[in-house]
């Protein structure tokens, strides 16, 4: 049982280029959430999704595009990279208000550090 | 909206000794989640605790408990028997009991145990 997978795990970019980051899971959860932690600072909602396809924005999309067309994908898009997007970047998913409940509420993937120069 | 706040950056702890790091939130919901998560160097978001509103009873895991006082918004995290592993940061999050299940965290408390 892999969990959330994110590739790549580092990436550096230069201003206006775009980048997709990964993030798949295999425990068929309906919910899914990107997030961003910058240096020092909490992890803050980018984009989340109830199930394939149907998504919404969070706290801090701009800048951003997501997909979910399969309920084990969700990529996040970066269409015109800025240094303001440098980053750690974390997928996550839930399952089920019972999961919550649960040892892992929320799955974590491992997370993307992004640097754009 | 939903917001948490947790108001020290830094602390430090001896080893061995028990340390407290403070989280208010705000909310107008009367169902919902609160979680302490550890993020040490490694990046990993580890569950360290977590207590549902409706529980008056406050959680306990081992060396660490919380004391939740849900009039005055307030969930603090209590480390006993401090270890040098516990050296990391401490992020508090809110979760709403309904729709989206999506996390709001606070900005994080950096906690170093010294030797």
């Known amino acids: 049982n892999a969990g959330v997978t994110q590739t790549p795990k580092f990436r550096i970019l230069k201003i206006g280029q775009s980048m997709t980051l990964q993030c798949t899971q295999d425990?068929?959860?309906?919910?899914m959430y990107w997030y961003r932690q910058d240096p020092g600072m909490g992890l803050k909602l980018i984009y989340y999704?109830?199930?394939?396809?149907?998504?919404d924005k969070g706290e801090v999309p701009n800048g951003y595009n997501v997909s979910r067309s399969t309920t084990e994908d969700f990529p996040l898009r970066l269409e015109l990279a800025a240094p303001s997007q440098t980053s750690v970047y974390f997928c996550?998913?839930?399952?089920?208000?019972?999961?919550?409940?649960?040892?892992?509420?929320?799955?974590f993937g491992d997370g993307t550090r992004l640097s754009i120069l | 909206a939903q917001t948490v706040t947790q108001s020290q950056p830094e602390m430090s702890v001896q080893e061995a000794e028990t340390v407290t790091l403070s989280c208010t939130y705000d909310?107008?919901?009367?169902?919902?989640?609160l979680f302490w998560y550890k993020q040490p160097p490694s990046r990993q978001m580890i569950l360290v605790i977590r207590?549902?509103?409706?529980?008056?009873q406050n959680a306990t895991e081992n060396r660490f408990s919380v004391n939740f006082q849900k009039a005055a918004k307030s969930f603090s995290l209590k480390i006993s028997d401090s270890q040098l592993g516990d050296t990391a940061m401490y992020f508090c999050?809110?979760?709403?009991?309904?729709?989206?299940?999506?996390?709001?965290f606070g900005t994080g408390t950096r906690l170093k145990v010294l030797a």
């Open positions: 996550a998913s839930t399952p089920t208000t019972k999961e919550i409940g649960g040892n892992q509420p929320q799955h």
């Open positions: 999050a809110f979760m709403k009991l309904a729709g989206t299940y999506k996390y709001i």
């Open positions: 207590q549902e509103a409706y529980k008056q």
């Open positions: 909310t107008s919901e009367n169902n919902y989640y």
């Open positions: 425990m068929n959860h309906n919910y």
């Open positions: 999704s109830v199930g394939a396809g149907i998504t």
